[in-house]
Structures are given as structure tokens and as C-alpha cells.
């Protein structure tokens, strides 16, 4: 299984509001940023530290500390975008990088219009975000373009996912971990998340 599922009540009240019809702009984009930095924890938790030596107020001692350079942040546009603050507020000293996709309506398949990643982005673990999997196809194209980048390491982070889009991760990159806040019933007849949240680029942005 790629999934890892935050399975906690405190991330169940703040998606519980996220997913209410009646909750405005405000606070969604504040509750979308809270859940980020609640999946961030979840994902580093793995991570390598570094020892160092640091000089408290009473004494010298060793500890471990993050090396935030092997880091690069990359939303999914636009929706990912409302994702980014609740990271680099954890890891300030990630790089950002961008790619651009929307979904073909008749289609279903997603179409790139943009693609900027840090110049040693291969160097770096990419952590993509997007507050919705439903069909996992944007988001399998972006791991397709990061490792052909030369990328080694990625993870995904998404706050709803449907277990159709996470189906189709573990079948074309089972390499890659998926964290995400829950995991809802699955697609309607128009491969949107059915409980669900609405359009998350909508709701971030107040655009509709």
C-alpha cells in the first residue's frame, strides 16, 4: 500500500469545516494551509538528520538537524498553490518549483501549459502537492516528468484522495508514498470526489 492516511481527530474537525458548504474563502485557504503543515510533519518524518553542535544557554551539546536544501516543494497549479505556505512555513529553505496542468473535460487526460523546477531539482526529494486525487492522472504526469528529470526520490501530499487516483500511483509508480488527510468513497460519473470538498482551486481562490 502507497497510502499513508492521517487518521486523527484533530485533522477530522479541521476537515469536517474544510469540506462544509457554508465555510468562506478565508477560511478555507486557512484550513487547507493548517492541514498542509499537519501532512508536511507526517512526510519528513522519515528524514535524515544532520549532527551539529549547538551551544545552549547552560551547555554545548549534539543534535540532529534538518538539511532543508535537499527539499523542493511542487505544487500542482493552481490548486496546489493554496498548499505551499503550510510546507515552506516547516522548511522555509525549500525550493519551489511549478508545473501546470488542467484536465481535458471530455477527455479526462491532463494537458500541461507550464513547468519550472530548480535547477538541481535532481538532487532534491520533490514533494508535489495537490489538495485532490481523483483520477491520478496530473498527478502521475508529474511524477513522469519530475523522474525524467532524474529525480529519485518523490512524495505526494494531498488532503482528499479518491481510491481510484490512488489506484493508479501504485500501478505507475509504486515508488512514490502518497500522504494524505482521508480517503473518501470514490469518483462520480464526472470523475470529481464524491463526498468530496468542491473544486479546491475554487474554494481557495474564490473564483466561483
Known sequence: MNEIVLN??????????LRSVTTGTKEFRELVTEISTLLCYEATRDAKL?????ETPLAKMQTGQLNEDNYAVVPILRAGMGMVDGIINVIPNAKVGHIGLYRNEETFEPVEYYYKMPSDIKDRIAMIIDPMLATGGSVSATIDKLKADGV???KFLCIVAAPEGIKVIETNHPDVQIYCAVVDKGLNEN?????GLGDA????????
Open 201 to 208: 482551486g475554487d474554494r481557495i481562490y474564490g473564483t466561483k
Open 8 to 17: 486523527h481527530p484533530l485533522i477530522t474537525h479541521k476537515l469536517g469545516i
Open 191 to 195: 470523475k470529481y470526489i464524491v463526498p
Open 50 to 54: 544532520e549532527e551539529v553542535e549547538i
Open 152 to 154: 529519485k526520490q518523490i
